[in-house]
């Protein structure tokens, strides 16, 4: 392998052919994923990015093997595990489920050759050419750049930077980051160097030295051999079918042994006459495959005024053919004609705009694969995957080494790839979006699932309290039908609260089974059930049930005479019906006022108070008669139960609250003042019990220093009350504040409270709706346009699909994908993963086990 880099100077290159070249990382902001405005940003960025190219240009986009140790550093970040042991525990675990997964990550790239400046650096550059060829012959090291030659290339680095950035934020390639790409380049696929910009680069031995120089006297040599010429070709048409091998096969020392790794190079040969967008981002698409894709795109540019020339020396030698075919009796050739109206079209387009530029572009792709025949397969693959697009990927015979170097900075554009280059215009080229942003997620948190994009795994990792920390909204929402995992992520939100933060949790139940009762118990800290009634007795027999807790306000909050005076005004005005003005509510509120502060202040004490009240006050005597003959009640015994210890909003680590027996107004019921009217007292009393929840749940979560965290699955059960809904706006909005969030699921969007509620809840989650309308307002939701199509088609099709084609065990594994949108308002397709903590995998499973004969298990 001739080794064309000489000489590595912070980010620049200095070759064996006497150029010079500058290379700088990419970091986009927007994401391809996205849809929309932020779609239509990041191709307005990526114009401008085109617009200001000069001269030939690398635009590169790699790929790099995530290390679980990478992610596990993640996950750890800024926690304290002498504080929280659990959470090392969970760490350990999913690092050990990492190492099955084979985890990508993608970065962007752009080099460029700096042109020389008079015929001093002219000479120099001759000189180090000739240099490095007699050094070569000799067998002799190249010497090194010399320091003014550095300094003079570093200004020149700088200048060019600077009309590279504007758009998109570049940074220069550091030292370690120029060798990885080196490094890489023989291995890809195969054991290959970590992606860091320490000093070090991983699994190399090659050290940056203190001065800031590399050294280049370690880097291990490789043997490109094309077609595998040193592979065993067995039978009798073996040698021959040697010489269609389309691929290259890199042979490295790796210690005592040799690596090797099959690479194959695809140039686009083709493309369409007429772009739009959105709909050819293909290099977007290329990125997320489904397996590791390297791509570059080799640029030259031309500016608006040679463009014009040329173009008009070319409509000329156009026009003329028509003139040549004027004797056919066929007339003039369709393919004549479309390329004169392109040629035309081009040229009004270059006279409109003197910023647009004519960009020779060449694109190259690689795959790679353990043996010839996986990376066969996925060239195959490939070329596929792009047809019905008229776009054309072919694989060179004899190229593949000068496309391999085509990948590699410091090396000019190779004829190969110049004969399939295209000739578009910046905004066109623009379309293809070279660079997006590829983080998804949170930078560090729990490791909440994997990215599914076309295939590709890549880690999502949730901090509950990124977006509070960030002065950002909060707030986490799932949505999906039936069945499509809501719960399963909100008792994994419940996990990590506990697990990563050591935080409060603070959990609406509302199944039969009590499903969130083993999450607790599973959990580490102490953990408090409140039921009402217990769910095995029906109201007739749940006089003897044996409840835990009271949620009588007054008790709950007797510390503090001003908070459990207003909660449990708000509880029995909502349960009682009472009007803000009426002479019942003035009556409550000083039977409160006499009750609130003292030794045995509790909701039974003030019935008696208003009983005492009523002798000189109809209105008490009217409410205490009320409330005498509804304690009776048994569903009343969290509020009325003397022999119930109050609920601990100090001690507790998580709190559920079993709703089931609870019985709530239907839509219709609170849908007129009419229907509202002749709704049970036992249904008030649920819309109140909801209401007191959320108010103990605030008061949990936003008085003391640890993170407290609001889970409400079914959210309407909360939301649907104008109090309810105020309170889980304050969680939102003003939660960041105290250390605190909330997350909420439901089956649709409006379930989730008013306009302003929804806009605020950063994180979303949309899971599988068959249902097309449901899907729309979902997709709306997230911030898609409802008639995207290819959205459409994931969350009514692809999500967690019922009735897959590799039956139980493909359902059972891809269960729990959802399309997210995370802080950033990036969206991704995301399978979650449940939390690896002792039994806790076991305890959030939801779905009955059923028998054939009726059973349930």
Same mark, same amino acid.
């Given at each position: 392998?001739?080794?064309?880099?000489?000489?590595?100077?912070?980010?620049?290159?200095?070759?064996?052919?006497?150029?010079?070249?500058?290379?700088?990382?990419?970091?986009?902001?927007?994401?391809?994923?996205?849809?929309?405005?932020?779609?239509?940003?990041?191709?307005?960025?990526?114009?401008?990015?085109?617009?200001?190219?000069?001269?030939?240009?690398?635009?590169?986009?790699?790929?790099?093997?995530?290390?679980?140790?990478?992610?596990?550093?993640?996950?750890?970040?800024?926690?304290?595990?002498?504080?929280?042991?659990?959470?090392?525990?969970?760490?350990?675990?999913?690092?050990?489920?990492?190492?099955?997964?084979?985890?990508?990550?993608?970065?962007?790239?752009?080099?460029?050759?700096?042109?020389?400046?008079?015929?001093?650096?002219?000479?120099?550059?001759?000189?180090?050419?000739?240099?490095?060829?007699?050094?070569?012959?000799?067998?002799?090291?190249?010497?090194?750049?010399?320091?003014?030659?550095?300094?003079?290339?570093?200004?020149?680095?700088?200048?060019?930077?600077?009309?590279?950035?504007?758009?998109?934020?570049?940074?220069?390639?550091?030292?370690?980051?120029?060798?990885?790409?080196?490094?890489?380049?023989?291995?890809?696929?195969?054991?290959?160097?970590?992606?860091?910009?320490?000093?070090?680069?991983?699994?190399?031995?090659?050290?940056?030295?203190?001065?800031?120089?590399?050294?280049?006297?370690?880097?291990?040599?490789?043997?490109? +051999?094309?077609?595998?010429?040193?592979?065993?070709?067995?039978?009798?048409?073996?040698?021959?079918?040697?010489?269609?091998?389309?691929?290259?096969?890199?042979?490295?020392?790796?210690?005592?042994?040799?690596?090797?790794?099959?690479?194959?190079?695809?140039?686009?040969?083709?493309?369409?006459?007429?772009?739009?967008?959105?709909?050819?981002?293909?290099?977007?698409?290329?990125?997320?495959?489904?397996?590791?894709?390297?791509?570059?795109?080799?640029?030259?540019?031309?500016?608006?005024?040679?463009?014009?020339?040329?173009?008009?020396?070319?409509?000329?030698?156009?026009?003329?053919?028509?003139?040549?075919?004027?004797?056919?009796?066929?007339?003039?050739?369709?393919?004549?004609?479309?390329?004169?109206?392109?040629?035309?079209?081009?040229?009004?387009?270059?006279?409109?705009?003197?910023?647009?530029?004519?960009?020779?572009?060449?694109?190259?792709?690689?795959?790679?694969?353990?043996?010839?025949?996986?990376?066969?397969?996925?060239?195959?693959?490939?070329?596929?995957?792009?047809?019905?697009?008229?776009?054309?990927?072919?694989?060179?015979?004899?190229?593949?080494?000068?496309?391999?170097?085509?990948?590699?900075?410091?090396?000019?554009?190779?004829?190969?790839?110049?004969?399939?280059?295209?000739?578009?215009?910046?905004?066109?080229?623009?379309?293809?979006?070279?660079?997006?942003?590829?983080?998804?997620?949170?930078?560090?948190?729990?490791?909440?699932?994997?990215?599914? +994009?076309?295939?590709?795994?890549?880690?999502?990792?949730?901090?509950?309290?990124?977006?509070?920390?960030?002065?950002?909204?909060?707030?986490?929402?799932?949505?999906?039908?039936?069945?499509?995992?809501?719960?399963?992520?909100?008792?994994?939100?419940?996990?990590?609260?506990?697990?990563?933060?050591?935080?409060?949790?603070?959990?609406?139940?509302?199944?039969?089974?009590?499903?969130?009762?083993?999450?607790?118990?599973?959990?580490?800290?102490?953990?408090?059930?409140?039921?009402?009634?217990?769910?095995?007795?029906?109201?007739?027999?749940?006089?003897?049930?044996?409840?835990?807790?009271?949620? +009588?306000?007054?008790?709950?909050?007797?510390?503090?005479?001003?908070?459990?005076?207003?909660?449990?005004?708000?509880?029995?005005?909502?349960?009682?019906?009472?009007?803000?003005?009426?002479?019942?509510?003035?009556?409550?509120?000083?039977?409160?006022?006499?009750?609130?502060?003292?030794?045995?202040?509790?909701?039974?004490?003030?019935?008696?108070?208003?009983?005492?009240?009523?002798?000189?006050?109809?209105?008490?005597?009217?409410?205490?008669?009320?409330?005498?003959?509804?304690?009776?009640?048994?569903?009343?015994?969290?509020?009325?139960?003397?022999?119930?210890?109050?609920?601990?909003?100090?001690?507790?680590?998580?709190?559920?609250?079993?709703?089931?027996?609870?019985?709530?107004?239907?839509?219709?019921?609170?849908?007129?003042?009419?229907?509202?009217?002749?709704?049970?007292?036992?249904?008030?009393?649920?819309?109140?019990?909801?209401?007191?929840?959320?108010?103990?749940?605030?008061?949990?979560?936003?008085?003391?220093?640890?993170?407290?965290?609001?889970?409400?699955?079914?959210?309407?059960?909360?939301?649907?009350?104008?109090?309810?809904?105020?309170?889980?706006?304050?969680?939102?909005?003003?939660?960041?504040?105290?250390?605190?969030?909330?997350?909420?699921?439901?089956?649709?969007?409006?379930?989730?409270?008013?306009?302003?509620?929804?806009?605020?809840?950063?994180?979303?989650?949309?899971?599988?709706?068959?249902?097309?309308?449901?899907?729309?307002?979902?997709?709306?939701?997230?911030?898609?346009?409802?008639?995207?199509?290819?959205?459409?088609?994931?969350?009514?099709?692809?999500?967690?699909?019922?009735?897959?084609?590799?039956?139980?065990?493909?359902?059972?594994?891809?269960?729990?994908?959802?399309?997210?949108?995370?802080?950033?308002?990036?969206?991704?397709?995301?399978?979650?993963?449940?939390?690896?903590?002792?039994?806790?995998?076991?305890?959030?499973?939801?779905?009955?086990?059923?028998?054939?004969?009726?059973?349930?298990?």
């Amino acid at each position: 392998m001739d080794r064309q880099i000489l000489d590595i100077a912070g980010n620049v290159l200095f070759c064996a052919d006497g150029s010079t070249w500058g290379v700088w990382r990419v970091f986009p902001r927007e994401s391809a994923r996205s849809t929309g405005k932020q779609l239509r940003q990041l191709y307005e960025r990526t114009v401008t990015l085109m617009k200001s190219l000069r001269g030939e240009v690398m635009i590169a986009s790699l790929c790099e093997q995530v290390q679980p140790h990478a992610i596990v550093r993640r996950c750890l970040d800024g926690v304290d595990l002498d504080a929280n042991p659990h959470w090392a525990e969970t760490v350990h675990n999913a690092w050990d489920q990492l190492e099955t997964l084979d985890v990508l990550g993608r970065s962007y790239w752009i080099a460029k050759p700096l042109d020389g400046e008079g015929w001093r650096e002219s000479t120099q550059g001759l000189l180090r050419a000739t240099g490095a060829a007699l050094a070569a012959s000799l067998g002799l090291s190249a010497r090194p750049a010399t320091a003014s030659a550095i300094a003079v290339a570093r200004e020149r680095v700088r200048v060019a930077g600077q009309d590279l950035d504007g758009s998109i934020p570049i940074r220069p390639a550091s030292e370690a980051e120029l060798l990885w790409w080196l490094c890489r380049a023989p291995v890809r696929g195969v054991d290959e160097p970590q992606l860091e910009t320490s000093e070090t680069v991983h699994n190399t031995g090659i050290s940056v030295s203190r001065s800031g120089r590399a050294s280049l006297a370690t880097l291990r040599g490789s043997v490109l +051999d094309e077609g595998g010429r040193t592979d065993r070709a067995g039978g009798l048409l073996g040698p021959p079918a040697t010489l269609n091998r389309r691929f290259l096969k890199c042979v490295t020392p790796r210690d005592d042994v040799l690596v090797t790794s099959y690479q194959a190079y695809l140039v686009l040969a083709e493309m369409p006459r007429a772009f739009t967008f959105p709909g050819h981002e293909i290099l977007a698409r290329l990125a997320d495959i489904g397996f590791g894709v390297d791509y570059a795109l080799r640029i030259t540019a031309t500016t608006n005024e040679e463009a014009r020339a040329s173009n008009r020396r070319r409509t000329r030698d156009l026009m003329s053919q028509d003139e040549e075919h004027g004797g056919d009796a066929a007339g003039v050739p369709a393919d004549v004609h479309s390329a004169q109206e392109e040629i035309q079209h081009k040229n009004a387009r270059l006279g409109a705009s003197s910023t647009e530029l004519d960009l020779e572009v060449g694109v190259v792709a690689c795959v790679w694969g353990e043996t010839a025949d996986e990376c066969d397969a996925r060239a195959k693959v490939l070329r596929r995957a792009f047809l019905g697009g008229e776009y054309k990927w072919e694989r060179p015979l004899g190229g593949q080494r000068h496309l391999y170097q085509a990948l590699l900075p410091g090396y000019r554009t190779p004829l190969v790839l110049r004969e399939c280059s295209q000739n578009l215009l910046a905004t066109d080229a623009a379309m293809l979006l070279p660079v997006s942003a590829t983080e998804f997620g949170d930078p560090t948190g729990a490791l909440f699932g994997m990215v599914l +994009d076309g295939g590709a795994i890549a880690p999502y990792l949730l901090d509950p309290t990124y977006g509070p920390t960030h002065d950002s909204s909060g707030g986490l929402a799932v949505i999906g039908e039936l069945g499509a995992g809501k719960s399963v992520v909100l008792k994994n939100v419940a996990a990590v609260v506990r697990l990563m933060l050591d935080g409060r949790v603070i959990a609406v139940d509302r199944t039969r089974s009590r499903e969130w009762v083993p999450v607790a118990g599973a959990l580490p800290g102490n953990s408090q059930v409140v039921d009402v009634v217990d769910p095995t007795l029906d109201s007739e027999r749940a006089n003897s049930a044996e409840l835990r807790y009271s949620c +009588d306000p007054l008790r709950v909050f007797g510390g503090n005479a001003k908070t459990s005076t207003g909660i449990a005004e708000i509880f029995f005005a909502a349960w009682l019906d009472l009007e803000s003005n009426s002479a019942e509510r003035d009556a409550l509120g000083r039977g409160l006022d006499a009750v609130s502060g003292t030794a045995g202040a509790s909701s039974n004490a003030l019935v008696d108070m208003l009983a005492r009240q009523g002798k000189h006050d109809p209105a008490a005597r009217a409410l205490a008669t009320r409330l005498q003959r509804l304690r009776r009640d048994p569903i009343t015994r969290p509020i009325f139960d003397p022999d119930l210890p109050p609920v601990d909003l100090f001690d507790a680590d998580m709190v559920v609250f079993c709703t089931h027996e609870i019985p709530l107004p239907s839509a219709l019921e609170m849908s007129s003042e009419r229907m509202a009217a002749r709704v049970p007292p036992r249904k008030l009393f649920g819309r109140a019990f909801h209401l007191l929840i959320a108010a103990i749940a605030k008061e949990i979560c936003f008085g003391t220093d640890r993170w407290g965290e609001f889970i409400c699955d079914e959210a309407y059960n909360v939301t649907g009350t104008p109090e309810g809904q105020q309170i889980a706006l304050e969680f939102v909005r003003d939660g960041r504040k105290h250390g605190a969030d909330a997350a909420f699921g439901s089956h649709a969007a409006k379930d989730l409270g008013d306009d302003v509620l929804r806009g605020l809840i950063a994180v979303r989650f949309l899971g599988r709706h068959r249902d097309d309308a449901l899907a729309r307002q979902g997709l709306a939701w997230l911030g898609i346009d409802p008639s995207d199509s290819h959205y459409h088609e994931i969350v009514t099709r692809e999500l967690s699909p019922l009735n897959p084609a590799g039956g139980e065990a493909e359902r059972r594994a891809r269960a729990g994908e959802f399309v997210v949108r995370d802080h950033a308002g990036r969206v991704g397709r995301v399978k979650v993963m449940t939390q690896p903590y002792r039994t806790l995998p076991k305890s959030v499973l939801t779905t009955p086990r059923i028998d054939r004969g009726g059973t349930r298990r």
